[in-house]
DNA sequence: GTTGAGCGTT
């Protein structure tokens, strides 16, 4: 069985076979979109990835961990630490089960002294798969 | 035994 015959059989050919059925199906579906993320508007600040940085080189995943749990799931904790000498960058993230622990935890946390420095704590940017991370703005297409 | 803004080895 062809492909072309399969295509027919889930009638998907007339999407296939006419660009201009396509393209239309598509705007048509983009003009539906609500746009609630107007240009200039603030990206989303709902995260439940923390970025905190200002740590001591001596804290580890496991202390961090204890710092954070009080305030919701903690999902994962990473630190980043040299190659080579191992010691920690100073800088790491914690996961939140959702949202809202996050939210709460950045609030509480930040700028608290842990071992002596003052915590920096903000929404994670950066790459997570399956997270909204970049606004997803469906660029008008003229 | 040093250093101090930052956005991550899966």
Redesign the pocket.
């Known amino acids: 069985m062809t492909l072309r015959v399969i295509l027919s059989r889930l009638r998907l050919t007339p999407l296939i076979h006419d660009g201009h059925h396509l393209r239309r199906s598509l705007s048509a579906a983009a003009a539906k979109l609500p746009d609630e993320l107007p240009p200039g508007a603030p990206a989303p600040t709902s995260d439940s990835?923390l970025?905190v940085?200002?740590?001591?080189?001596s804290v580890d995943e496991r202390s961090l961990t204890d710092a954070f749990s009080s305030f919701g799931t903690v999902t994962e904790v990473?630190i980043?630490?040299d190659?080579n000498?191992g010691?920690s960058?100073?800088?790491g993230?914690v996961?939140f089960s959702n949202d809202n622990e996050a939210k709460c935890a950045k609030d509480a946390m930040d700028g608290k002294v842990m071992l002596g420095?003052p915590l920096?704590i903000?929404?994670?940017?950066?790459?997570?798969?399956g997270a909204s991370v970049i606004v997803p703005r469906l660029s008008t297409v003229k």
């Not at 940085?53 to 080189?57: E, M, N, P, Q, V």
């Not at 903000?122 to 798969?129: E, I, N, P, T």
């Open positions: 990835r970025f940085a200002g740590l001591s080189w990473r980043m630490y190659k000498s010691r960058r100073g800088f993230f996961h420095r920096r903000s929404f994670a940017l950066g790459r997570v798969r």
